[in-house]
């Protein structure tokens, strides 16, 4: 969580230095009182690379299976996910949930176990802050079923760049 911070504040930084370098005039119009304006300058502000997206999927849950106390989602290195997530049943009602984040970690609990009644999540992180070029964001997710503490590997769920 402090990591995130520290790379959001440090992303706002980099923008405000990129922009205040930018050139600053970037559009003037004359004024003499016989023409119309015309545009002297223009300029382009500088890309920085990161953009903030609100990642989202769906995890299907087994018919007959055991109650989820626990959703474990490992993340990716080069992405930043802030604890601004919920999850929602297929009916699309958000479900009580408690985050514990930290900076490669979330941990879902489910303070009302998740049943195999529910038969999918959906599961949305509102404010990642992901490069806009390169690879696949590979999220790797285990669960903890009632009355056990052993992660059970979930799969992996692939959301591409921009």
Not at 42 to 63: A, C, D, E, R
Not at 64 to 92: C, H, R, Y
Not at 99 to 121: D, G
């Amino acid at each position: 969580m402090i990591q995130t911070k520290r790379m959001l504040i440090y992303v706002a930084v980099c923008n405000l230095a990129i922009t205040s370098l930018s050139y600053a005039d970037y559009a003037i119009a004359k004024t003499d009182n016989d023409k119309l304006g015309t545009i002297e300058d223009s300029s382009q502000y500088i890309h920085t690379g990161w953009q903030l997206v609100k990642q989202t999927f769906q995890l299907h849950i087994p018919k007959n299976g055991k109650a989820i106390s626990q959703l474990i989602i490992d993340v990716p290195p080069k992405v930043a996910v802030s604890n601004d997530v919920d999850v929602l049943d297929e009916q699309g009602q958000k479900i009580k949930i408690n985050i514990l984040a930290s900076s490669q970690r979330i941990i879902i609990n489910f303070p009302e176990p998740v049943t195999s009644s529910t038969n999918k999540l959906q599961i949305n992180f509102n404010k990642v802050l992901q490069p806009i070029t390169g690879s696949l964001s590979i999220y790797h997710l285990s669960a903890k079923v009632v009355g056990s503490s052993v992660e059970i590997p979930v799969g992996e769920v692939q959301i591409p760049s921009f």
